[in-house]
């Protein structure tokens, strides 16, 4: 799912492109993708584009006559910027939006569509989509451990929650955990001071530093290439390769259809986490420590 990183890239580039012209047009491939029907996807037909603002993961069009057409990609749902009129892909494509410039591309990989799109009349009905999550980069450090130690939850947990935190997932809290040298299982109401403080920067810098790092993939062009998994990533998606900072070996937590990413000797103190699927097979044999595992192979 594209995160803070993607969506103020993507939310960068739509500005640039289109922002002070007219939406000329909505073509929808899929009557599942709108979940509003009042008003109509119609009435905002030939409306200027007055901004392009973020609202947590999603992608707020500001249109004028206190229009907002809210999106919001989920997983596998990417924009693409190609000339005016294209036409949507058959297969994956879902939307078009039309401008005098050129056409917004809506694409969604997989057979389960959970893109959404919505239609809103008046900036007090925003609210709706607003989780409470909290901006790191507009709250000082006190907020975020007031944020951070409100519930007993294990960190990977509090990162992801979108009550908590704005536009974290899955991918970017493997990179903040990696960065701050913290379990992604410890709980927060454990934490000390000095740890909340160390999650905090971390926080920060890794959010940065990737949007930064896309800005100059982008460069002048719109971004094609916005996935969870990178090769310069720290862990995320890195499992059984080599950490950056210590060379051993990145380990996995597997649950439903996501997992967690993660250096034992930078993380645990060498200590491996129970990965669910595997310790339930394995039982007594599931490994506790590096030492235990290399006895293993």
């Known amino acids: 799912m594209p995160e803070y990183p993607d969506i103020t890239v993507y939310i960068e580039h739509l500005a640039a492109l289109f922002q002070g012209q007219s939406l000329q047009q909505v073509r929808l491939a899929s009557p599942f993708l709108l979940r509003t029907f ?6 905002i037909e030939n409306k200027k584009v007055l ?7 999603r992608i707020v069009f500001v249109l004028e006559d206190d229009f907002f057409l809210v999106l ?43 893109a959404s799109l919505h239609l809103i009349k008046g900036r007090e009905n925003l609210q709706q989509f607003d989780q409470g999550g909290l901006d790191v980069f507009a709250a000082p450090v006190e907020e975020f451990s007031r944020r951070l130690t409100s519930e007993n939850h294990t960190l990977k947990r509090a990162l992801t929650d979108p ?15 990696h960065r701050a040298g913290l379990s992604p299982v410890q709980l927060t109401k454990k934490m000390t001071s000095e740890q909340i403080g160390e999650l905090f ?10 949007t930064q790092r896309l800005r100059a993939e982008a460069g002048d062009k719109f971004p094609e290439n916005v996935t969870a ?13 080599p950490c950056p ?53």
């Open 38 to 43: 009042d008003p109509p996807i119609t009435s």
């Open 245 to 297: 900072k210590c060379g051993m070996s990145v380990r996995r937590i597997r649950y439903a259809s996501n997992e967690t990413n993660y250096c034992p000797k930078c993380q645990t103190g060498g200590k491996l986490l129970a990965d669910r699927a595997l310790s339930r097979l394995l039982k007594e044999d599931w490994p506790k420590s590096l030492e235990e595992l290399e006895d293993l192979k």
């Open 51 to 57: 901004g392009v603002e973020r609202i947590g993961k």
């Open 72 to 114: 919001h990609l989920m997983i596998a749902g990417r924009l693409h910027w190609r000339d005016q009129g294209s036409k949507i892909p058959g297969r994956l494509g879902l939307a078009a939006f039309d401008f005098p410039s050129g056409t917004l591309l809506l694409t969604e990989a997989g057979a389960k569509k959970r």
């Open 201 to 210: 920067d971390a926080t920060k810098e890794t959010l940065f530093k990737w």
């Open 229 to 241: 998994f990178r090769d310069d990533m720290a862990v995320h998606g890195r499992y059984g390769k």
């Open 163 to 177: 009550r908590l935190f704005s536009g974290i997932g899955n991918a970017y809290s493997d990179e903040i955990l």
